[in-house]
Structures are given as structure tokens and as C-alpha cells.
């Protein structure tokens, strides 16, 4: 089991930048991929970007292509988003996931932490 915390969430005006970090815990494998989804009030939940282990293959909504910028830190076991650039839009509980392989759903959350951009 891997367990996962957010950190870094808060608010910010619309064009600036804010810096999330997930800290993982636990056995992870070199196979795994992480990702950060978004959830906005009274919207479902949606993917953000991804990364793998290697650090090698990333993925991005097309909403934040050029504007986030997703890395990992195996050495400290932490996965981070960069945000620039960021719009109203971008508000949101934003949420750090973990699966083990490529293919097949993600398997463990964290908690989620609040960012909002104000206009």
C-alpha cells in the first residue's frame, strides 16, 4: 500500500504560479506511474498530467499543456506540479494518485489540497 500527501496548495491571482508536491510512502515500483487530477465544485473529478517512474513519459490535459509542468524525485519519493500561468479555471481540489503499472486504474489517493486563483 502507498500512502500519499499533498502539499503546497493555496491561493493565488489569476497569471501566477503555484508549486504542488506529493510525498509517497511505501513500496513503490519501478513500473508505477503517478498523476495529479483536479476536482472543481460540482464537477466530476479529471486527469491533470502524469508521469512515469523514470521520469521519461509525461501526459497532459490538453487545459494545462504549456502552462504545468509535471517531475519526480525518486531519491525523496516526491512528485511535483508546476503551475504557471494559472486561470480561475485552473480552481480546484487538486489530487495526487498512484498505480503500479502503465495500463489499469489508478490505486491509492491522498487527500487532496485546495488551490484557487482569484480574477
Known amino acids: 500500500q502507498v500512502q500519499l500527501e499533498e502539499s503546497g496548495g493555496g491561493l493565488v491571482q489569476a497569471g501566477g504560479s503555484l508549486r504542488l508536491s506529493c510525498a509517497a510512502s511505501?513500496?513503490?515500483?519501478?513500473?508505477?506511474?503517478m498523476g495529479w487530477f483536479r476536482q472543481a465544485p460540482g464537477k466530476e473529478r479529471e486527469f491533470v498530467a502524469a508521469?512515469?517512474?523514470?521520469?521519461?513519459?509525461?501526459d497532459y490535459a490538453d487545459s494545462v499543456k504549456g502552462r504545468f509542468t509535471i517531475s519526480r524525485d525518486n531519491a525523496k519519493n516526491t512528485v511535483n506540479l508546476q503551475m504557471n500561468s494559472l486561470k480561475p479555471e485552473d480552481t480546484a481540489v487538486y489530487y495526487c494518485a498512484y498505480k503500479r503499472f502503465l495500463l489499469g486504474d489508478y490505486e491509492n489517493w491522498g487527500q487532496g489540497t485546495q488551490v484557487t486563483v482569484s480574477s
Open positions: 511505501g513500496r513503490t515500483f519501478s513500473t508505477s506511474r
Open positions: 508521469i512515469s517512474w523514470s521520469g521519461g513519459s509525461t
